[in-house]
Structures are given as structure tokens and as C-alpha cells.
């Protein structure tokens, strides 16, 4: 629970919510902190996000998943501390929305903001549903920081009203896309018009002729991201979010709703280094007891900014302090914490066998030591980010850049 006192309406949802929990859904256990969502084998990764997708679901249908988002898109059309308060209860569960539930995030606003009014009565519900699910095709092996410069293809075949757009290029590190059902995608459409100038935000369907989703295997053997191969993919101009050549707007809609939302996700990893310390028997050891302290109270004071952007997001005003950097702190974070299980297990803290004996092993393994740089790449880099609050929050001079203005095409590429 937070520290903000709660009027007795609040408490009373709290209440509500909490009893729901406990009838539909399974506390986590305390004394086996060691559960990971990550899984080597296929099946059981494309169960986890079957059972995600459910999940959210069962929110859905229970009033608890869109509990802010207005009633005639599906969502329940309360308080934006009804969302505070679930979102709370719900960290005491097993059952989790996963990648789904965080799509919302990222795509709801988007539409929201930039959405056609069939688009939002369209696609809203099943987003908060899970009946649809989307990945963020955004990224490609020429772009990743320096998005603006992707290039994969659509020339429209028809007019803007009921043609379609034929997409040909490739996207990589796209997150779940072997399993989500729908795609969120950046297109190059006027390869003449500056980089900024000539792209745009279109929806598409992943089961279209012409998708082709090949998962990409990491260090610790899962495969969280994929490569994306579009080939003479057609896509109705019906499903362009924003408008043609103006789809920088909406994609920066999803990277700073991504930021904000990355930077507000609840982790509390100091229970899990306090019981591998205790585990291990070194927690007498002053060297490691006072990291431990000093994970802590990064963590928490993470938690407390992280509360404060997530607040003003609910409330639709202007974030207390730039998100990013807030990322910035989740990024060190995850780092301190994998460099400390390096120093209580040393090489142990890298290698694992799934369902092995030692399941602590397998959790820092897995989990936190191997993945432990994913976030300080994933939703923008820690040195793009520092570019980013330099030039928003201090006022810096922008980078220096040659091609703003020059035609995407005429770029050194
Ligand atoms: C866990 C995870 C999930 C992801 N999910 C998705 C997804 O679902 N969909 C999607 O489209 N993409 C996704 N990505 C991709 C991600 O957005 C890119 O990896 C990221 O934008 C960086 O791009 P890049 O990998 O091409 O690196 P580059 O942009 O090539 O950067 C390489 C290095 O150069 C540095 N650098 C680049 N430009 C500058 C600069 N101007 N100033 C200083 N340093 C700079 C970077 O910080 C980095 O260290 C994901 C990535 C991760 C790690």
C-alpha cells in the first residue's frame, strides 16, 4: 500500500477489490520468492501469454482491468486511484496481465489521442479485454535509436478512404510478436519528405498473407523478440492511426507512454536479495549488508518517483518530473541488484537449468544476472534518455544532427 491516506471511499474499494482477489485469484507464496515468467520451451512461453491474455480477461469481465477508461470504450469509466488501488492488490497475486496488460499502456493512449472514432470503439474494448493483443513493430536493423530513419515500405494501392497499403521491409527485436495476434507498425510512405515527415502508424493484422514472424533465441535461451518480415503485405488504409506521412505523432504518443509506463512498474527485487543473502548465510557480512541497504533505498525512492509520474498520468496531467529519468533509475537499479547476486553467488549467479535443484540459481540466472541490461535498451537507451533530459529537463543545447531536414531518401544510410 501506498503512503497516501485514503478517504473512506477508497478504503471501501480497497476492500471490494481485495475480496475479489481473494475468491478469483492465488496469493503469492513469501516463502518461494523464486517464480519467473521467463521459459526456455515454446510451449510453456506461449501458455504463459495464453494465461496472460486470459487473465486480463477475467479483469475485464470483473470490472478491473480499463477501471479508468471511459464506459463507451470499454473501459468502467472511474477514478483514476480505483487503478492505484488494483494495480496494488493485484502485486499480491500469482495471476498477472503480462505482456498484454502492458500493451495497454502503450497502444490505449495512442488510439485515444490519435484514433478515428471507429477506430476507438473498435479496438479499445479488446485491448482491455485481451481479446486482441498487439506488438510494437517499430524497430528495424537500421533503426533503433534513430527510429525516425526506418525504412520499411508502403506504397498505397487505391485511394486514402477504402485502398490499401503494399508494406515490404523488415523489423526486428518486436517483443511477443510470435504470439500476439495484431501489431502496431511504422511505415515509410513519402520517401521524399525529411525522415520525420514521411512515416506512417498503421494497424495491422499478423495472420495477413506476407507476415513472417521468426523468434530470436537469447543468452539465457528464451525468446522474448523476434524478426518481423513483411512481404507485399497488404493492409487497408482504413487501419492508418493519425494520418498518412504524420505517423511520427502517434509513434511518439507509444515511446513516451512506454517510458512512463516501464518507469511506474512496481519491482521489488530487495525481498528476493534479502533472502538470497539470508539463503546464502552471508547476510553477517558487512560488505554485503551494506550493499543490500544501498539496493533498498534506491528501490524504494524509484518507487516513490515512479508513484508520483504514474499519479499525475491517471490524472491526465503533466508527469512532476521527466519519466525518463525515472526509467533511467529502473535501468540501475536492475543493474546493482544482478551485479550484488553476482557477489553473493559468483559464476553460479550465470548458469542454470531450468527445473533444476536450485531454483534461486535458476531465478538470478534466468531472470535478473543474464537480463539484467535488457532494460537499459528496451523503451529507449540509458544514453538516448540522458540525451533526452539534457535537452527537455536542463535546457541543453540540442544534439548536433545533419539530416533533419534533408529528404529520407537522399540519406547516407
Ligand atoms: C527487452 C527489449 C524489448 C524490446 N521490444 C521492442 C519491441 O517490442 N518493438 C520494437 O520495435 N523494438 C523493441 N526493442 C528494441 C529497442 O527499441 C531498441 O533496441 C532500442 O531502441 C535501441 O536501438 P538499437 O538496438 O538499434 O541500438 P542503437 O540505436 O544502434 O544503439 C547502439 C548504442 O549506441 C548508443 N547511441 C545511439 N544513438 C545515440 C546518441 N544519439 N547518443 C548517444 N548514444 C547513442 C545507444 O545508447 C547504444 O548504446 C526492444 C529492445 C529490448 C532490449
Known amino acids: 500500500m501506498s503512503d497516501i491516506v485514503e478517504t473512506a471511499e477508497q478504503a471501501s474499494y480497497r476492500a471490494e477489490v481485495r475480496a475479489w482477489y481473494d475468491t478469483n485469484a492465488t496469493p503469492k507464496k513469501p516463502d518461494h520468492p523464486w517464480a519467473t515468467n521467463i521459459h526456455i520451451d515454446p510451449n510453456a512461453a ?19 482491468s480499463g477501471i479508468a477508461w471511459p464506459a463507451e470504450y470499454g473501459g468502467g469509466g472511474g477514478e483514476s486511484w480505483m487503478t492505484r488501488i488494483e494495480r496494488e492488490i493485484a502485486g499480491d497475486y500469482q495471476e498477472w496481465t503480462g505482456f498484454p ?6 497502444l ?13 470503439k473498435e479496438f479499445i474494448p479488446t485491448l482491455l479485454s485481451g481479446e486482441r493483443t498487439f506488438c510494437q513493430l517499430f524497430s528495424e536493423p537500421g533503426a533503433g535509436s534513430d527510429l525516425a530513419s526506418l525504412g520499411t515500405k508502403a506504397v498505397l494501392d487505391g485511394s486514402p478512404d477504402d485502398g490499401e497499403f503494399v508494406v515490404n521491409g523488415q523489423k526486428v527485436w518486436n517483443s511477443s510478436a510470435q504470439y500476439t495476434d495484431w501489431g502496431f507498425i511504422l511505415v515509410r510512405t513519402d520517401p521524399d519528405a525529411p525522415k520525420h ?15 513472417e514472424v521468426r523468434p530470436l533465441v537469447q543468452i539465457n535461451r528464451s525468446a522474448h523478440f523476434n524478426e518481423v518480415f513483411f512481404n507485399d503485405v497488404r493492409i ?4 492508418v492511426v493519425g494520418e498518412i506521412n504524420e505517423g511520427w ?5 507509444v515511446l513516451s507512454n512506454e517510458s512512463a509506463f516501464i518507469a511506474g512498474t512496481r519491482i521489488s527485487t530487495a525481498d528476493k536479495l534479502r533472502a538470497l543473502a539470508t539463503e546464502r548465510g552471508v547476510t553477517g557480512d558487512p560488505v554485503i549488508r551494506q550493499e543490500l541497504v544501498r539496493y533498498l533505498a534506491s528501490e524504494r525512492i524509484s518507487g516513490w518517483m515512479g508513484e508520483q509520474v504514474q499519479q499525475a498520468v491517471r490524472r491526465g ?3 512532476p518530473m521527466d519519466p525518463g529519468l525515472i526509467k533511467l533509475r529502473a535501468s540501475n537499479n536492475k543493474r546493482l541488484a544482478g551485479d550484488l547476486a553476482m557477489t553473493i553467488m559468483g559464476a553460479a549467479a550465470t548458469a542454470s537449468e531450468p527445473g533444476g535443484a536450485d531454483a534461486a540459481q535458476t531465478f538470478w540466472a534466468q531472470a535478473e544476472s543474464m537480463g539484467r541490461y535488457s532494460i537499459s535498451i528496451g ?3 540509458d544514453q538516448v534518455l540522458k540525451n533526452n533530459i539534457g535537452e527537455r529537463s536542463l535546457g541543453l543545447p540540442r544534439e548536433p544532427g545533419y539530416d533533419k531536414n534533408q529528404a529520407w531518401k537522399d540519406i547516407p544510410k
Do not use: C
Request: a positive charge; glycine letters at 14%; hydrophobic letters at 35%.
Open 46 to 64: 506461449a501458455r504463459h501469454f495464453e494465461n496472460s491474455k486470459s487473465w486480463l480477461g477475467v479483469l475485464h469481465a470483473a470490472g478491473y
Open 101 to 106: 496488460g502492458s500493451t495497454i499502456a502503450m
Open 108 to 120: 490505449g493512449p495512442t488510439l485515444m489521442r490519435h484514433g478515428t472514432e471507429e477506430q476507438k
Open 197 to 211: 515527415k514521411g512515416i506512417t502508424f498503421l494497424l495491422v493484422d499478423m495472420s495477413t498473407p506476407g507476415v
Open 236 to 239: 487497408p488504409a482504413a487501419n
Open 249 to 253: 505523432g502517434p509513434a511518439r504518443t
Open 317 to 319: 496531467e503533466m508527469p
Open 379 to 381: 523503451g529507449g537507451t
